[in-house]
């Protein structure tokens, strides 16, 4: 079956830092991959997307490359706010089966001024 | 355009009561889902339709538990009688079918004392 593994949080991190967090899939065949935002009390929002191997998916400075041979989808920030605290999902759907978003359990960053 | 919207945004209400949460998608999206948020267990999906029908309810935790999509824009979700274990955020989501992405609402808050 699809799976997502995301790291562990919580990440902290000083407000300037350079962010990664890590994420892996395994999937039948080539999914689409996306990320999702979560702020304290709100629903996800979708941060990012890539729909084919070695695609980019960017957004509000977030980025992620869709890497078929590591099966990866890490994402990254080159300089992370406070506003950037939130819980970041990492997600696939397979083009198969179910149509149903397949989540990673979610990683925690807080960033400190 | 509004976004997916659920009602109510909080709820709180006595072990063996019914409660019945609510969901307008967003116009146009022919995939509805209804997902369930908790500390211990992270997003899980519980059921999702398609054209207004039931796809995919392998999710919902038992009996107690039962949605309906009656036409586009409306769907709910009932839980009779309700327990305290119930008690999580309930998010409704919805897609184009020619795309993956999903959209979140806002969720609702559901307590059960």
């Known amino acids: 079956g699809n799976s997502v593994t995301q790291m562990e949080g919580p990440v902290t991190l000083s407000e300037e830092a350079f962010l990664t967090i890590n994420c892996t899939y395994t999937?039948?065949?080539?999914?689409?991959l996306f990320w999702y935002v979560q702020y304290p009390g709100e629903g996800l929002q979708l941060l990012l997307k890539a729909t084919k191997a070695d695609d980019k998916g960017s957004n509000k400075g977030f980025e992620a490359t869709y890497r078929k041979e590591t099966t990866s989808f890490h994402l990254e920030k080159g300089s992370v706010q406070v506003s950037d605290s939130a819980v970041y999902f990492c997600a696939l759907s397979a083009y198969t089966g179910r149509r149903a978003l397949t989540f990673g359990s979610g990683t925690r960053l807080q960033v400190q001024p | 355009d509004a976004g997916v919207i659920q009602s109510p945004r909080h709820e709180v209400t006595e072990m063996g009561q019914e409660v019945t949460l609510r969901c307008k998608p967003i116009s146009g999206h022919d995939y509805l889902f209804w997902y369930r948020q908790t500390m211990m267990r992270g997003l899980e999906l519980l059921i999702y339709f398609n054209n207004n029908v039931p796809i995919d309810d392998s999710g919902m935790p038992e009996d107690r538990f039962s949605a309906k999509m009656p036409n586009a824009s409306f769907s709910t979700l009932k839980i009779q009688p309700s327990e305290p274990r119930d008690s999580a955020v309930y998010f409704c989501?919805?897609?184009?079918?020619?795309?993956?992405?999903?959209?979140f609402g806002p969720g609702t808050r559901l307590t059960v004392t």
């Open positions: 999937a039948t065949g080539y999914p689409s």
């Open positions: 989501a919805s897609r184009n079918g020619t795309v993956y992405e999903q959209y």
